[in-house]
């Protein structure tokens, strides 16, 4: 029984991040084709953002307290295909905007209501829904390299596969074990819905500077997701979707790792790595575009998991270890609003300002933006984080949750 539910868990997680893989990083590239400015860009990357900050609301007055997971995901996958097939028919900022937001608001939900599922339902979740999540970037890989080799990456044929995959998602959905609102008939305060519960722990100085680093390491880091794209198009990188799918081929690496490099060298160390290869990553870009270093890109690349793995999934171990067992569900609700809500509303705006500020005058070829100050800002404010976390973030006294 274990082992049917681990399989069917497993290509859920598989179609949820096939979906996303398949438009979210080519986006930039197909909204360059349709001449939106670096702003419009950036924001309608922003738009996973909105997604991120009313999805606790769906989840926490709707899900929890009317419908089973299941069914909801298989409602909001099925509308997420529908509005998918209408994008490629919206031609400007004005009207693509809100369908993205519409899109995402639809999307985000499933990916707390699937873990939810798995959490509810396998019979040892700390064993084996890691197992299960690796499928999340097998998934992205895959709709990376199916977009690549259907040549997509700047075409609406990329709304199309994610809305049809986004189809079948939703039907197979329904094929999950019965996950009844866990909180029917009852009254659902609203700051527990946005997480406020754990506001308390921000009184405590470390906690409060961990926090403040994640929401402005957010700024730097949504640079790579609203700019890659186009600055691999402008390069003329043939299978650029398939290419980039390499940064989840070493989140895979690094996550397995995560765990002894915690053991070994607590939180401070391991997230003082993260934060580093964040402003490394992004001088290589700049060197790669001073210098044409194909290497370069590839290496930055490379680092995601560093990047991603030894920050992002430390820090909601370190807020897990940090916060009790009533907050605890709280605070992974409030640094989630915090980092992929306003830190991404931050971030990707000012990611398609500064890529409008270095618009060059006169093209150089395919090349319309200086690449290289580009890339740079994002890593001097990496750097910027990295001494304000240096300074005023302290270890804390508890064994790390990954140990």
């Known amino acids: 029984m274990q082992s049917t539910l681990k399989i069917k868990l497993s290509l859920f997680m598989f179609l949820q991040y096939f979906i996303w893989s398949s438009w979210y990083m080519t986006l930039g590239s197909y909204l360059g084709t349709l001449n939106f400015s670096g702003t419009e860009i950036g924001a309608s990357y922003g738009a996973f953002a909105w997604g991120a900050i009313l999805s606790p609301f769906i989840v926490g007055l709707i899900a929890d307290r009317f419908f089973a997971s299941e069914k909801i995901i298989a409602v909001l996958g099925i509308a997420g295909g529908l509005v998918m097939?209408?994008?490629p028919q919206l031609k400007t900022f004005g009207s693509v905007y809100p369908t993205l937001i519409l899109y995402c608001t639809l999307y985000a939900p499933t990916l707390a209501l699937g873990n939810s599922i798995s959490m509810?339902?396998?019979?040892?979740?700390?064993?084996?829904?890691?197992?299960?999540k690796i499928f999340s970037a097998v998934g992205w890989i895959a709709g990376g390299v199916v977009l690549s080799?259907?040549?997509?990456?700047?075409?609406?044929l990329q709304y199309y596969l994610a809305g049809g995959t986004s189809?079948?998602?939703?039907?197979?959905?329904?094929?999950?074990?019965?996950?009844?609102?866990?909180?029917?008939?009852?009254?659902?305060?609203?700051?527990?819905v946005l997480g406020l519960d754990a506001l308390a722990l921000l009184k405590k100085p470390t906690f409060a500077i961990f926090i403040l680093c994640m929401f402005l390491i957010c700024i730097p880091l949504y640079f790579y997701f609203v700019n890659m794209g186009t600055y691999l198009t402008q390069l003329k990188w043939a299978d650029m979707a398939q290419k980039m799918t390499l940064a989840?081929?070493?989140?895979?690496?690094?996550?397995?790792?995560l765990p002894l490099m915690l053991k070994k060298l607590g939180y401070k160390k391991t997230t003082f790595l993260g934060i580093l290869s964040w402003a490394v990553r992004y001088f290589m870009l700049s060197a790669s575009a001073a210098s044409s270093g194909t290497v370069l890109i590839f290496a930055a690349i490379l680092l995601h998991g560093v990047c991603y793995d030894f920050l992002f999934i430390a820090g909601q171990l370190y807020v897990d270890s940090e916060a009790s067992e009533r907050t605890r569900g709280a605070a992974q609700g409030l640094i989630a609003i915090?980092?992929?809500?306003?830190?991404?509303?931050v971030g990707t705006y000012l990611a398609g300002y500064f890529m409008d500020q270095h618009k060059l005058a006169t093209p150089?070829?395919?090349?319309?933006?200086?690449?290289?100050?580009?890339?740079?800002?994002?890593?001097?404010?990496?750097?910027?984080?990295l001494v304000v976390f240096v300074i005023f973030f302290?270890?804390?006294?508890?064994?790390?949750a990954g140990a």
């Open 248 to 257: 989840q081929v070493s989140d895979i690496v690094f996550l397995l790792l």
């Open 364 to 385: 150089k070829g395919a090349v319309t933006h200086d690449w290289s100050a580009i890339w740079a800002t994002p890593a001097w404010i990496a750097v910027t984080v």
């Open 338 to 345: 915090i980092l992929w809500g306003f830190g991404s509303l």
């Open 149 to 156: 080799q259907l040549k997509g990456e700047q075409s609406a």
């Open 85 to 87: 097939f209408y994008i």
């Open 167 to 192: 189809m079948v998602f939703g039907l197979f959905a329904l094929t999950l074990p019965h996950t009844p609102p866990r909180k029917k008939g009852q009254d659902v305060p609203l700051g527990e």
């Open 394 to 400: 302290r270890e804390p006294q508890k064994a790390p």
């Open 120 to 132: 509810t339902h396998l019979a040892d979740a700390k064993k084996d829904f890691p197992f299960v």
